[in-house]
């Protein structure tokens, strides 16, 4: 089976593949401070009954890279792939920096070049709320960056002194009656604008339709505030395109070995 790795500042998202079907899914805290003796009494733990063959880590964590990458390989006795872009990344990334780019972000790219093959706008909900953009020739061109849904309560519970903190939830009505409902209003029905808006930006840039796919855990909340709906809403692309990944990069290490 393939273990895939989606390490983000919040969360690690693991998911376990049997071929092409995704047959387990976890969820971690993201914890710098736990030892890689920690994360690997978590995973013989939580693979105990699995038999894991390949393993390919994305992360966006510095401080973590090191840590789990030798937690899988003493767990599992495998050399894990890690994503960045210097391996096969199945699509052109054409940003101004290639270093830059996440590789939440990459996966993200891959994934829906492989599922849609056509001009894609994929909008992940994650800690930040993201933006990738993949043109019709498979290239990478860019994106977006903007502050995740559950980032915008924190911070306006921490840099006001009466704003309380609340946990993302429904936004019954625009004109909020009471603080909860006027910040709901502002960051729910807010990210739906943002996100319709930004959306034609992208695509008078583009120069035509693109697919809209969301992903990432709030992506069905924000679904019910747009002008526009999603075409997809596909909560495990990120892993998927992992999986893809690991797939295109072991077949090109076999064809190097062949030759």
Avoid: W
């Avoid at 590789?103 to 994934?111: L, P």
């Avoid at 706008?121 to 930040?128: E, H, K, Q, R, S």
């Avoid at 911070?155 to 603080?179: E, M, Q």
């Amino acid at each position: 089976m393939l273990l895939t790795a989606d390490i983000g500042n919040t969360n690690i998202t693991l998911g376990l593949f049997d071929s092409e079907a995704l047959v387990e899914e976890f969820r971690l805290a993201s914890d710098k401070d736990l030892s890689q003796d920690e994360y690997e009494v978590l995973l013989k733990s939580l693979f105990k009954d699995f038999k894991i063959k390949g393993c390919i880590i994305g992360s966006v964590v510095e401080e973590l890279n090191d840590k789990f990458t030798n937690a899988v390989k003493n767990v599992f006795n495998i050399k894990p792939i890690f994503l960045t872009n210097k391996i096969n990344t199945g699509v052109k990334i054409k940003t101004d920096f290639p270093d830059e780019v996440g590789a939440d972000r990459i996966a993200n790219a891959a994934g829906a070049y492989i599922l849609y093959k056509k001009p894609t706008i994929v909008v992940d909900f994650g800690t930040a709320t993201t933006f990738d953009i993949i043109n019709s020739d498979g290239e990478f061109i860019g994106g977006i960056i903007a502050p995740g849904l559950k980032l915008q309560m924190n911070v306006l519970n921490k840099f006001t002194s009466k704003l309380p903190r609340i946990d993302v939830a429904i936004s019954s009505k625009a004109i909020g009656h009471n603080t909860v409902d006027a910040i709901l209003s502002g960051v729910i029905r807010g990210a739906g604008c943002m996100i319709d808006g930004l959306v034609k930006q992208c695509e008078k840039e583009l120069g035509q339709k693109a697919v809209l796919v969301a992903t990432g855990g709030y992506s069905g909340l924000i679904a019910n505030y747009l002008e526009r709906p999603f075409d997809y809403i596909n909560p495990t692309l990120t892993l998927e395109g992992l999986r893809h990944l690991y797939n295109l990069n072991v077949i090109s290490e076999l064809q190097e070995i062949a030759h």
